[in-house]
């Protein structure tokens, strides 16, 4: 009996009522399965907030949506009577390889990009004739994306969590953009959190990495498959660099170079989202397309929405909206693209620490604007290591509307021509916002209220 005849009658676990749970559960009641939704914190009918009672040994398998911990005293009950667990995308990966064995998947993770970067790759893809769709962590789940007929390639955005929860699904080629301090809470140390972005190397038989980044480049040293590192630098054989303004491919070349795009098909050109270029080209090239549907793919994409995302221009000042820098790395990017920025940091920092964060590009702050629950975390950085930074908490029992009025109003007050007032957080939202997005949606709004712009 194969996987999908096996699910008729299958009595199902299914951890997790959110964004990977629902088209999950979906796919198996559709295929005949009998499934049971458990969610501590979901209230919703038919959604159960306790294993006590269940027997659990009836159970012929369990589905973990990403985000539980492993050591979870559900799950570890779980193990216990012999069930076993599996993820969201291995799931996709039994089904796909019935119904869809010749769809190709390649995949990439890293601390910040991942979205953007697999975006690019989705895009060049599609310019060069091939069916793709960028799923996982990207907002369209696997199970959809592959149970979707007319998708001949996936590009797998992968989390930290994804991949330590999987351990069946394979890649025609992986990549690295970056690893750096994210997620310490759920991991327990920061050596965890990188092993567990290195786990894509065992799920793949070509790496390309970021050879800028010392974390990912002292990891690399012990990888058995083939690799391919992209870098700001020239590159040798086998590598992507850039030459003057010419991005250039000596890795996936039958000759000894080709250029696969200028700096000038890239907006912006920021350093960062060279990298992410880069390693969304390599990805596309390692499938044998050609450097010409990437250049043309480039020239017409767009930078998600929170990414970087220039809200107003006014009194010459501009406010950019980077909501989705949810770490100190990111917020550094976020960070380097700009000379002199009110900084608006804050939230939930995961267990992050700032202080590398201030010591690289306090130079570009000229105020900080502090809010959340650890503000103080920021602020203690700012005073051991740029004290000269004037900083302004704001009251944390603000939330939403409320608060990104008064953070707007007080960053009016502290800019001048020249400046950049930039929401960069550095932090999670969800102690003060739902998400991300109604973060820079609210700070968009209040923006435009309160300097009377459209």
């Not at 997790?16 to 088209?23: S, Y």
């Not at 107003?312 to 550094?332: C, F, L, M, Q, Y």
Request: aromatic share 6%; glycine share 6%.
């Amino acid at each position: 009996m194969n996987f999908l005849e096996s699910l008729r009658g299958a009595r199902v676990l299914l951890f997790g009522a959110g964004v990977t749970g629902k088209p999950s559960e979906d796919f198996l009641r559709n295929r005949g399965a009998e499934v049971l939704v458990l969610d501590e914190r979901d209230k919703n009918d038919g959604v159960r907030n306790s294993i006590e009672g269940l027997a659990l040994a009836d159970f012929d398998f369990a589905l973990v949506s990403p985000g539980w911990k492993p050591s979870h005293p559900w799950l570890e009950a779980v193990r216990s009577a012999g069930v076993s667990l599996i993820s969201e995308i291995d799931l996709a990966w039994r089904v796909k390889s019935e119904i869809a064995p010749h769809q190709r998947w390649i995949g990439l993770t890293g601390t910040n990009g991942k979205t953007t970067t697999v975006q690019m790759a989705e895009s060049m893809a599609l310019a060069a004739g091939i069916k793709a769709r960028a799923c996982g962590n990207v907002g369209t789940t696997v199970i959809e994306a592959v149970t979707s007929p007319e998708a001949d390639l996936l590009i797998l955005e992968l989390s930290s969590f994804q991949l330590e929860w999987s351990h069946e699904f394979k890649l025609d080629s992986a990549a690295i953009l970056n690893i750096a301090p994210d997620h310490i809470d759920w991991h327990g140390s920061f050596d965890n959190y990188a092993a567990a972005k290195f786990k894509i190397c065992e799920r793949s038989d070509l790496l390309i990495f970021n050879e800028s980044d010392s974390e990912i480049i002292s990891r690399a040293r012990e990888v058995k498959i083939r690799t391919v590192p992209f870098s700001l630098d020239t590159p040798a054989n086998h590598q992507i660099g850039l030459v003057e303004n010419l991005v250039i491919d000596r890795a996936f070349v039958s000759g000894d170079a080709e250029v696969l795009f200028e700096l000038g098909d890239l907006n912006p050109a920021a350093p960062h989202n060279v990298l992410n270029a880069m390693a969304a080209a390599a990805l596309i090239r390692s499938l044998g397309v050609s450097p010409e549907p990437i250049a043309t793919a480039l020239r017409s994409f767009k930078l998600d929405h929170h990414r970087l995302e220039l809200v107003a221009e006014s009194g010459g000042v501009r406010w950019i909206d980077d909501s989705k820098a949810t770490n100190p790395h990111a917020a550094i990017a976020a960070l380097q693209s700009q000379l002199s920025a009110i900084w608006i940091a804050g939230g939930l920092a995961k267990g992050a620490d700032m202080d590398e964060l201030v010591q690289r590009v306090g130079s570009r702050i000229k105020a900080a604007i502090l809010i959340g629950s650890d503000a103080d975390v920021i602020d203690q950085a700012l005073a051991k290591f740029a004290p000269e930074i004037r900083r302004e908490k704001i009251d944390s029992a603000l939330k939403g509307e409320e608060l990104m009025r008064e953070v707007v109003a007080r960053a009016k007050t502290l800019s001048s021509v020249g400046d950049t007032v930039l929401l960069a957080p550095a932090c999670a939202s969800m102690d003060q916002f739902k998400n991300y997005a109604e973060r820079g949606d609210l700070f968009a709004a209040a923006v435009r209220e309160v300097l009377h712009v459209n």
